[in-house]
């Protein structure tokens, strides 16, 4: 897996880069525990979109209601 983001303060984006399938519930669970803080602190919920094999974005989205992630395919 291969996620980046913004330095140390909260990161309110991250890319994820699986190359095997096996890789990709473990990866997501862990950009999204990640993103929670960003999201929590804003109040607002996490959008998922697939942007392309094994290629998802993940970032707190204001229009995912608090507490809610949604998973959208760009």
Known sequence: MHASGG???LT???EVNV???AELDRALE???AVITK???QHHM???VTRTGVG???VRAHPAVPY???RQQHG
């Open 45 to 47: 919920g996490i959008m």
């Open 12 to 14: 309110g984006m991250l």
């Open 55 to 57: 290629r998802y974005i």
């Open 7 to 9: 330095g140390e303060r």
């Open 30 to 32: 862990e950009a999204i």
């Open 38 to 40: 960003a999201a929590t």
């Open 67 to 69: 507490g809610l992630v």
């Open 19 to 21: 190359s095997e399938a």
